[in-house]
C-alpha cells in the first residue's frame, strides 16, 4: 500500500510495523522502530532525526492501544505531541501587500490598541491581538493573512482550540469523535488510538474472533469483491466474516416502522447509524434527543445478530469511521472492538495478503440498500423501500445532509419547527461513510470501483434478505 499522502504513509508504516510484531509474538521489538523507519542522520520530512523517532515513538504508542503521557483521557482522537508542529503561531499576520496607506483603516478596526503602523507597513502585537478578524475585514488591500490552523478549521463544533504551549487541544467535552481533524491536520499531528494489537492477540488466542465489515468496504481495495474481502480477512485468523450490510437491512426495516408511527403522530424524526450525527444531537442540540431514530445502527444489528447465534464470539467491527471507537463505548451488546480500513491495510500488507489476488466466488450478506447506506442518500432510500416493503407507498419527504454543515443546518431548522422534511439523513461526512477519515482510497477511485462491483449485486429486498438470515429475534432498540 502506498499513499500520495506522507503524514498518511508514515502512519501506515507504523501501523504495518506493529502488526507484523504483533502477529509474530515480538512486541517487545516495538522499541526498535524509531530506528527502522527513520534510519541513519538525515531527516525524512522534519527538521531532524530525533523529532521524526519521536513522533514514531508517539505513533507506536498509539499503535498499541496505549495513552499518550500528555493526555489525561484517552479519547477517541488524540495530539500527537512531537508532530503538532509547523503552525502559524499568530492566526493574523500582515503581508508584503500592505501600502502604508493613510486611511489606516487597520488600526481604525481593531478595538484592542494591537495594530501600529511603522516603517516597513502595518505591525500586529501577538500579545494584544485577540484574532477577532476586524483588522483583516477592514484592508482594502487584503493585506492581512488569516492563517487560521488547519485542525481548528476543520473541526465542525469547534472542539479544538490551543494549550499553553500554543500547541493543538482537544475539548472532549464538545468533541463529537468524527475524525475530520485527523484528516485536516496536515502534519498528521491528530490521530485515534488503536485496538488492532488487542484484536491481534484476541486471535492468536484462538479465540471465537468474528469479522463484520461496513458497506464503505466495498471499493476501498481496488478490485476486490466482497468474497475476495471474506477470504482475505479470514486468512488473518479470523473465524466467520459478515459483511454490515445485513444488519443495514435490520436497521432500515426497523427505522420504516418508526417512520410509519412518527408520520402517524405528526411527528419528525433522525436517522441514528452516524455515531457523530448522534453526538452532535446529544452535545449541541440536545432537545432534539427525542427525535432521534430509536433504532440501533448497522455495526450494533449485526452484532448483536452474531452473538445470539454464538454465545462465545468475539466481534470486530471494521470501518472507515472513528466515531465508531465511541459508539462501542456507549451503546450496549454491540461489537466488542472497532479497527479501521487504514489498519485493516496494515494488517494485510504485514502478512502479506492481498484481497484482489484471492481465488473466492462473490458473496453477498445485505441488499444492494443496505450495501448503499455508504453513501450520502443510502440510508434514506433503504428506509424507504423497507417502508413501502411493510405498509406500501411512502409520502414523507427526507432531508439528506452530508457533512456536518448540512446536519447543522438541519438540526437547527428542526429545533425551531421549521423544518420542511418529515426525517433527517444525518452524515458528518460529506458524500457519506466511503469518504470517511480512516479510508485508504481517495473517494473518487473509491466510488469508481464501488460502481463496478455494486453491478454483481442480485435483487433481492430487504424483508426477503432479513427473513433469510432469521434476524426476526435480534434487538433492534437502543
Do not use: W
Not at 450495501?371 to 424507504?384: C, E, L, R, T, W
Amino acid at each position: 500500500m502506498h499513499y500520495t499522502n506522507d503524514a498518511k504513509q508514515v502512519k501506515f508504516k507504523i501501523l504495518k510495523e506493529v502488526a507484523k510484531l504483533a502477529f509474530s509474538g515480538e512486541l517487545e521489538k516495538t522499541s526498535e522502530l524509531p530506528y527502522k523507519i527513520i534510519p541513519g542522520k538525515k531527516p525524512q520530512y522534519r527538521c531532524c532525526v530525533y523529532k521524526e523517532r519521536e513522533i514514531v515513538r508517539e505513533r507506536v504508542t498509539l499503535a498499541l492501544g496505549k495513552t499518550l503521557p500528555n493526555e489525561k483521557e484517552n479519547g477517541i482522537v488524540t495530539v500527537i505531541p512531537a508532530a503538532c508542529e509547523g503552525c502559524p503561531i499568530n492566526r493574523y499576520t500582515v503581508t508584503t501587500n500592505c501600502q502604508k496607506c493613510l486611511a489606516k483603516r487597520c488600526v481604525s478596526a481593531c478595538k484592542f490598541g494591537a495594530i501600529a503602523v511603522i516603517g516597513t507597513g502595518a505591525y500586529i502585537d501577538p500579545d494584544k491581538c485577540k484574532e477577532c478578524g476586524r483588522c483583516a475585514a477592514a484592508c482594502p488591500y487584503n493585506a492581512i493573512s488569516d492563517t487560521l490552523r488547519p485542525c481548528i478549521r476543520s473541526c465542525p463544533v469547534n472542539a479544538i482550540s490551543m494549550d499553553t504551549d500554543r500547541q493543538a487541544l482537544i475539548k472532549y467535552d464538545s468533541c463529537i469523535g468524527c475524525g475530520a481533524c485527523t484528516t485536516g491536520c496536515p502534519f498528521g499531528a491528530i490521530s485515534d488510538t488503536s485496538s488492532m494489537v488487542d484484536v491481534i492477540n484476541e486471535i492468536k488466542n484462538n479465540k471465537n474472533v468474528i469479522a463484520t465489515f461496513a458497506p464503505a468496504l466495498e471499493g476501498q481495495f481496488g478490485g476486490a469483491s466482497v468474497g475476495m474481502i471474506k477470504q482475505a480477512i479470514k486468512k488473518l485468523g479470523f473465524k466467520k466474516v459478515y459483511e454490515v450490510s445485513l444488519g443495514a437491512d435490520a436497521t432500515a426495516f426497523n427505522e420504516a416502522k418508526e417512520l410509519h408511527e412518527a408520520i402517524s403522530g405528526n411527528k419528525k424524526m433522525t436517522t441514528s447509524c452516524c455515531p457523530a450525527f448522534f453526538a452532535m444531537i446529544e452535545k449541541y442540540f440536545p432537545e432534539l434527543s427525542t427525535n432521534i431514530s430509536n433504532t440501533v445502527s448497522p455495526m450494533t444489528a449485526i452484532s448483536r445478530y452474531i452473538k445470539d447465534k454464538e454465545k462465545d464470539s468475539i466481534v470486530v467491527f471494521i470501518g472507515p469511521c472513528i466515531s465508531k471507537k465511541q459508539e462501542i463505548k456507549k451503546v450496549k451488546n454491540t461489537a466488542d472492538y472497532v479497527i479501521t480500513f487504514d489498519e485493516l491495510a496494515a494488517m494485510f500488507s504485514a502478512q502479506d495478503i492481498d484481497p484482489e489476488k484471492q481465488n473466492t466466488d462473490n458473496q453477498q450478506d445485505g441488499s444492494i440498500y443496505g450495501k448503499n447506506f455508504a453513501v450520502s442518500g443510502g440510508v434514506f432510500d433503504a428506509v424507504k423501500e423497507a417502508y413501502v416493503e411493510q405498509f406500501g407507498s411512502l409520502k414523507a419527504s427526507c432531508k439528506k445532509c452530508a457533512g456536518a454543515s448540512e446536519c447543522q443546518k438541519a438540526l437547527a431548522l428542526l429545533k425551531a419547527g421549521v423544518l420542511p422534511e418529515d426525517i433527517i439523513e444525518g452524515m458528518v461526512c460529506e458524500n457519506g461513510c466511503i469518504s470517511g477519515p480512516a479510508t485508504v482510497l481517495p473517494y473518487k477511485e473509491t466510488l469508481k470501483n464501488r460502481k463496478a462491483l455494486l453491478k454483481t449485486a442480485d435483487s433481492r429486498k430487504i424483508k426477503e434478505n432479513l427473513e433469510q438470515y432469521d434476524m426476526e429475534n435480534t434487538n433492534m432498540e437502543v
